[in-house]
């Protein structure tokens, strides 16, 4: 079935760095791709909408300066977290459209120090 | 706007217990409902979707029915497993033409002991 990798599985970065995270699909065209943020024992919160080629549709109260979505190809999607903070430290899943249903990524774990 | 409450866990079983999760949903007209589950180190998988009322997903022994008219997509199974902890995710995707995000209840965290 449709695979999309996420990577890195978790990174632990100092304050005030940016940090990249991507999301391919492996077997599949992904022309839209979604990023979540997941608190911890909370749901997930979608940041963003990205679609391949265009800028990216982010949520009310989402930083588009901070949370950078790239989407140049069908098949890479990617979020970087720019200057980033304690209070930036999360999971954050990107899912993929598929067809009438979506798939998803592993997840990052990001600690900021 | 739309939203998705599910029951709050964890929730702690014996083998071969039955289960309940509980998730109702507000939105606007006939939502698409999915439930996902999310087994530790891994991604969102779906578990089972069903897309008008009345309608009943199910796969691998679990079970919802779509029941409009008490906003409900309740996931149920008859005899849980150890294979079957991990945290289970009510959603919803709005019925309106083009909508594609979903909207995620807030998890809930199912542990089943042997």
């Known amino acids: 079935g449709a695979v999309v990798s996420q990577h890195p599985s978790w990174v632990i970065c100092k304050s005030g760095t940016s940090v990249k995270i991507e999301c391919r699909s492996l077997d599949f065209q992904a022309t839209t791709m979604f990023w979540y943020r997941q608190f911890p024992k909370q749901s997930l919160m979608l940041m963003a909408t990205?679609?391949?080629?265009?800028?990216?549709?982010?949520e009310q109260g989402v930083e588009k300066d901070k949370f950078l979505i790239n989407h140049a190809s069908l098949t890479l999607s990617t979020l970087t977290v720019t200057s980033a903070h304690p209070e930036d430290s999360s999971f954050y899943i990107c899912?993929?459209?598929?067809?009438?249903?979506?798939?998803f990524g592993s997840g990052t774990r990001l600690t900021v120090v | 706007g739309n939203s998705v409450t599910q029951m709050e866990g964890p929730v702690t079983l014996s083998e071969e217990a039955f289960l309940t999760i509980n998730c109702t949903y507000t939105a606007t007209g006939y939502p698409s409902l999915f439930w996902y589950v999310q087994y530790p180190g891994e991604g969102l998988q779906l578990l089972l979707k069903?897309?008008?009322?009345?309608d009943k997903g199910s796969n691998k022994g679990f079970e919802a029915t779509y029941r409009k008219e008490t906003t409900s997509f309740h996931l149920e199974k008859g005899s849980v497993q150890v294979s079957d902890s991990a945290v289970y995710f009510c959603a919803l995707r709005s019925p309106v033409q083009g909508a594609q995000k979903l909207v995620f209840g807030q998890g809930t965290r199912l542990t089943i002991n042997p």
């Open positions: 069903a897309t008008k009322a009345d």
């Open positions: 990205s679609n391949e080629g265009s800028k990216a549709t982010y």
């Open positions: 899912s993929a459209r598929v067809g009438d249903g979506y798939t």
